[in-house]
């Protein structure tokens, strides 16, 4: 089945120590978005690609960065992870990004733990 | 800018209850609306969708129509299960790049 893999689904850092989340598609997908969810919140965007175009919200801090070598893979770079980074992380693909009637596909996140 | 405000939770229900879940909007333009929805230790699937006013969304038992006058998009469902219990997140989708905007989500635990 197509779909949008995430590895790891855990993961544990200690502070101030860089750690990458990687996600991958088979969808063949232009869009892959990164969502930060924090406990009992919703999701909020960090970034997107739409192809190998990069946007960032402009409330993402500088510590979080992210890599698009190719189509099907995207990456999320903590550079000096905090305790407030604590989250699941959530990546997300989407055909195109002005099809209204796009919907976009969630991989099962990863949880990062912050030490 | 867009929000998207959902009714205060958690909601507990017994098994084949009726169930209603408000949602309000504030978006400029056409947004298309969402209902996803999130168990244990899940990403988000997405339930349903609405592109355009009067539109109604359904799927596995749930409904929601795009309401533009009220700007609402309530999610319904005649009959609950124990594995509709799940949090539930009604979303926006703008015209910027697809980004969507979320609700704060609603925890549902149906009780047999």
């Known amino acids: 089945d197509a779909m949008v893999i995430q590895n790891p689904r855990y993961q544990v850092t200690q502070f101030g120590k860089p750690v990458t989340l990687s996600c991958s598609q088979t969808?063949?997908?232009?869009?892959m978005y990164w969502y930060q969810q924090k406990s009992s919140q919703a999701p909020k965007l960090l970034f997107h690609?739409?192809?190998?175009?990069?946007?960032n919200e402009a409330d993402t801090p500088d510590n979080f960065q992210s890599r698009r070598p190719n189509t099907s893979f995207c990456f999320l770079d903590i550079r000096s992870p905090g305790l407030g980074d604590a989250a699941m992380y959530l990546c997300a693909t989407s055909r195109d990004a002005w099809d209204r009637d796009n919907e976009q596909f969630f991989g099962p996140g990863t949880r990062l733990t912050v030490l | 800018g867009n929000s998207v405000t959902q009714m205060e939770g958690p909601v507990t229900l017994s098994e084949e209850a009726f169930l209603t879940i408000n949602c309000t909007y504030t978006a400029t333009g056409y947004p298309s609306l969402f209902w996803y929805v999130q168990y244990p230790g899940e990403g988000l699937q997405l339930l349903l969708k609405?592109?355009?006013?009067?539109d109604k969304g359904s799927n596995k038992g749930f409904e929601a129509t795009y309401r533009k006058e009220t700007t609402s998009f309530h999610l319904e469902k005649g009959s609950v299960q124990v594995s509709d219990s799940a949090v539930y997140f009604c979303?926006?989708?703008?015209?910027?790049?697809?980004?969507?905007?979320f609700g704060q989500g609603t925890i549902l635990t149906v009780h047999p």
């Open positions: 609405a592109t355009k006013a009067d």
């Open positions: 979303a926006l989708r703008g015209t910027s790049y697809g980004k969507l905007t």
């Open positions: 969808l063949n997908h232009n869009v």
């Open positions: 690609y739409y192809d190998k175009d990069f946007n």
